[in-house]
C-alpha cells in the first residue's frame, strides 16, 4: 500500500501560481510512476501530467503545457506540481496517484493504484 497527503492548493487570482505537493508513504516511492490529475465539477477527472521513477520523463496534457511543471524528490517521497500563468479553467481538486513504473506514460485513471484525497485549487477572473 502506498498512502498519498496533497498539499498546497488554494484560492489565487488569474495569472498567479501554485505549487502543489504530493507525500507519499508506505512501499518504496521509487518503485512508481507518478502523476496528477484534476477534477471540476460536473466533470471527468482527466489527466494533468505524469513522471518516471526516476523523474527523466515526464508527460503533460495539451492544456497545461508550458505553464504546469512536474517533478519529484525521491529522497523526499514527494512529487509536486508547479502551476504558473493560472486560468479559471484549471479550477478543480487535483489528485495525485500512483502507478508501476512501467506505466509512468499512462493517462487513464485506471492504470493507477494509490490516490490521494485530492485539494482544491480555485483561480479567480
Known amino acids: 500500500q502506498v498512502q498519498l497527503v496533497e498539499s498546497g492548493g488554494g484560492l489565487v487570482q488569474a495569472g498567479g501560481s501554485l505549487r502543489l505537493s504530493c507525500a507519499a508513504s508506505?512501499?518504496?516511492?521509487?518503485?512508481?510512476?507518478m502523476a496528477w490529475f484534476r477534477q471540476a465539477p460536473s466533470k471527468e477527472r482527466e489527466f494533468v501530467a505524469s513522471?518516471?521513477?526516476?523523474?527523466?520523463?515526464?508527460l503533460y496534457a495539451d492544456s497545461v503545457k508550458g505553464r504546469f511543471t512536474i517533478s519529484r524528490d525521491n529522497a523526499k517521497n514527494t512529487v509536486y506540481l508547479q502551476m504558473n500563468s493560472l486560468k479559471p479553467e484549471d479550477t478543480a481538486v487535483y489528485y495525485c496517484?500512483?502507478?508501476?513504473?512501467?506505466?509512468?506514460?499512462?493517462?487513464?485513471?485506471?492504470?493507477?493504484?494509490?490516490w490521494g484525497q485530492g485539494t482544491q485549487v480555485t483561480v479567480s477572473s
Open positions: 496517484a500512483a502507478a508501476p513504473r512501467a506505466s509512468w506514460f499512462r493517462t487513464e485513471a485506471a492504470y493507477y493504484l494509490y
Open positions: 508506505g512501499r518504496t516511492f521509487s518503485d512508481y510512476a
Open positions: 513522471i518516471s521513477w526516476r523523474g527523466g520523463s515526464t
